[in-house]
């Protein structure tokens, strides 16, 4: 079984990384979604929260294949984490050229630190491009319709938030 796993933070899950997940599972056996606490980060949501967000979403909303999505928590290097479920590959999305930047080095340092591991980039489709975490919270914040971004568990706890 080919496993990949697609990291991030997930603050919260949007249509573009649920795009991304989506095109994983037509390459890949099983997709593990990681979701962490970055130290260099700030959080909307508890770790706990985006675990039951991400969970929600995938699986309650969309109806998609448990079987195929594992979601966990992780507090480890993500190569780390490919060696734990033995995965040879990392999904990374790319929604612009702003992102190719981090995202290459961030695949060259992986790349040094697990030769075994190689990364894949994968682009949401063009109408989930420009969706982020940060302008779902911040159209939240201001009271925004967010349904065009977001599964309706996602704007339920969003909602709840503020």
């Not at 991400?54 to 060696?83: E, G, P, Q």
Request: net charge positive.
């Amino acid at each position: 079984m080919k496993t990949a796993i697609y990291p991030g933070t997930f603050d919260p899950i949007t249509f573009g990384h649920i795009d991304v997940i989506k095109k994983s599972l037509k390459i890949f056996d099983r997709v593990v979604v990681g979701t962490t606490d970055n130290i260099n980060k700030d959080y909307y949501f508890s770790i706990e929260e985006r675990l039951s967000i991400i969970n929600n979403s995938l699986f309650k909303d969309l109806k998609l294949n448990k079987k195929r999505i594992k979601v966990v928590a992780f507090d480890t290097l993500t190569i780390n984490l490919c060696k734990k479920y033995n995965a040879s590959v990392i999904i990374r999305g790319l929604r612009a050229v702003s992102d190719f930047e981090y995202e290459f080095q961030l695949a060259g340092m992986n790349k040094k630190l697990s030769s075994n591991v190689e990364t894949i980039f994968l682009m949401s489709d063009v109408e989930n491009q420009i969706i982020s975490s940060n302008f779902v919270k911040e159209i939240t914040k201001l009271n925004g319709d967010i349904n065009k971004f977001v599964t309706k568990s996602t704007v339920k706890m969003l909602k709840n938030k503020f």
